[in-house]
């Protein structure tokens, strides 16, 4: 048996009460009170993984080390954590059925009915405990998504069930985060909504231990005093979570609310030391006292959605405060770009981001955005498909080829300068089938990407099928658009720049994945000094 200890977080009265970032904040209170934690997610789909989803579904797909293609709420995980998560810290209804039912194939369970109960729930006890048996963590959050009701996440919460009678009280708890609705016309909050939801937990079997309730207005000790005696927990475990300017506030919060104390005691652990939050704070102080400004295009086709593109806003903040300075982000649709307007666009910004991306959608757009950004001098950063058509850009305009592309989006063009990878060619499932993870890359000395790493030699996350077609490698470089950045082992260019532009960077990889509040990520720390200093 693992000697972990486990926390279970479920979300009751509606879904976007913000899981992942109470999850994300216990654990940071837990770990600078010196506790080894990890967070693992919990999804009711039955994708095997997220990788196949449209970002307009569940936001942007966040991209571990060990290359799963995970929830984005992995990357609230470890920009809390400063750790990183790995394949085993999302796990969805698809994978679980997925082996199972591979298992099944292969003869294990022979001359056995295949069941929800047990054959399911042993396998989601499985992969809730496999963190915990590795000996790495004190204590294993596992946040359930969805809402307690839903008839797809039944499974997960029988599992838990099992599993707090299994382990015992003192080695789980249950946190249920719940809403309270304020009604202005009588100037009350309401914790019915509440008690029904605890009440549905409760015909599962499953009694919380602790509540955390979302409002919008402060709760009162009567409220807080109603909710406990109604929902049969302690007073103190009642806590109050009021809406916050940024979610890096939470911890702070939840410090104040005491809920790392409340959970400690509930799973009889000492509370060892008094939470070190030095870092934390020097990073909310600069992040709430900004002396300069910056606005930062970004270009996308997803902007519609904000969520699409979370690490990367959240890398810009971190870039911003390190820099004691604002980021506010213009949102550009890069559909709605042509020859005409693009001025009038991208004019005043003092730096512009060209985002990720999959298919021909806004391509255009694109492309003219980063001509008018190459040729005016404004700070740019381009992250893989925006890397991508940065090369495109550069074949065209300068270069001459004209009708020059990418193989995925015009496959019979005469200037493939952006094609196929090797490794990818007749490859047809579309699941988990990308260059994923982290690679090496080996920058050029005396390159600008060298300078913003001061290092010659860094790692980081993929995703993506595509990539600059190194049979042009030399016109490009002959004409100023340098491969600063090549993968030792395949020779893959990883990063370009321009030599003669202030600050022009096109990235293969992902560098948003790895910018955490502590360590905020060199290239957005840079691009937003360059945009500072545009
Ligand atoms: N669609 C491009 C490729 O597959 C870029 C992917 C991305 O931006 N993540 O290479």
Not at 367 to 376: F, L, M, Q, V
Not at 405 to 429: C, F, N, R
Request: with cysteine; net charge neutral; glycine share 8%.
């Amino acid at each position: 048996m693992s000697s972990a200890k486990y926390i279970f977080v479920t979300g009751g009265v509606t879904s976007s009460l913000g899981k992942g970032i109470i999850s994300a904040s216990l654990a940071k209170l837990l770990q600078a009170r010196g506790y080894r934690v990890t967070i693992q997610k919990l999804d009711p789909y039955i994708n095997v993984d997220p990788g196949t989803l449209n970002p307009y579904e569940h936001g942007e797909c966040y991209v571990t080390d060990d290359g799963a293609e995970t929830d984005l709420d992995l990357g609230h995980y470890e920009r809390f954590l400063n750790v990183p998560t790995s394949k085993a810290n999302n796990v969805t209804t698809g994978s679980i059925y997925q082996t199972v039912i591979n298992k099944e194939r292969a003869g294990d369970y022979l001359g056995k009915t295949v069941q929800v109960i047990p054959h399911i729930t042993d396998e989601i006890k499985r992969r809730i405990q496999l963190l915990g048996n590795t000996g790495e963590y004190d204590i294993v959050i596992t946040e359930i998504g969805g809402t307690v009701g839903d008839i797809e996440s039944l499974p997960f919460i029988e599992s838990i069930r099992q599993l707090i009678w299994e382990l015992g009280n003192t080695n789980t708890a249950v946190i249920h985060l719940t809403l309270l609705p304020y009604l202005s016309v009588t100037g009350e909050l309401k914790t019915k909504p509440t008690q029904h939801s605890v009440k549905m937990l409760l015909e599962y079997g499953v009694q919380p231990d602790i509540l955390v309730c979302r409002s919008s207005q402060p709760v009162s000790m009567e409220i807080k005093r109603k909710i406990a005696q109604f929902c049969n927990v302690n007073i103190n475990a009642v806590i109050e979570s009021l809406d916050a300017s940024s979610i890096y506030d939470v911890p702070i919060m939840m410090l104040k609310e005491q809920l790392d104390k409340v959970v400690l005691n509930n799973l009889k652990l000492p509370s060892r030391q008094e939470p070190n939050l030095d870092n934390w704070k020097v990073f909310l102080g600069k992040l709430k006292n900004p002396i300069r400004e910056v606005r930062i295009g970004l270009v996308g086709k997803y902007i519609e959605l904000h969520d699409a593109y979370k690490s990367i806003i959240e890398a810009l903040v971190h870039g911003g405060a390190i820099n004691e300075c604002r980021v506010r982000i213009a949102w550009i649709h890069s559909e709605s770009i042509d020859e005409k307007n693009v001025e009038e666009k991208l004019k005043g910004l003092d730096g512009v981001l060209v985002a990720p991306g999959f298919g021909d959608r806004g391509i255009e757009g694109k492309i003219t955005a980063i001509r008018y950004i190459r040729e005016n001098n404004i700070p740019f950063i381009g992250i893989c498909l925006g890397m991508q058509c940065a090369v495109i850009e550069f074949a065209r305009s300068v270069l001459g080829m004209k009708g020059a592309h990418s193989t995925e989006i015009e496959p019979q063009t005469k200037y493939p300068v952006i094609d196929l990878m090797a490794g990818q060619k007749g490859v047809t499932d579309k699941g988990g089938t990308m260059r994923l993870g982290k690679y090496i890359c080996s920058l050029t000395k005396g390159s600008k990407a060298a300078s913003i790493y001061s290092k010659l030699r860094i790692g980081e996350r993929h995703r993506h099928r595509y990539e600059f077609n190194n049979k042009y490698i030399k016109k490009f470089q002959d004409a100023g658009m340098i491969a600063s950045g090549i993968n030792p082992e395949s020779g893959l260019v990883e990063v370009i720049e321009l030599k003669n532009h202030p600050w022009f960077i096109g990235v293969q990889f992902h560098p948003e994945y790895r910018s955490t509040v502590e360590n905020p990520h060199p290239l957005f720390v840079k691009f937003i000094k360059a945009s500072m200093e545009h």
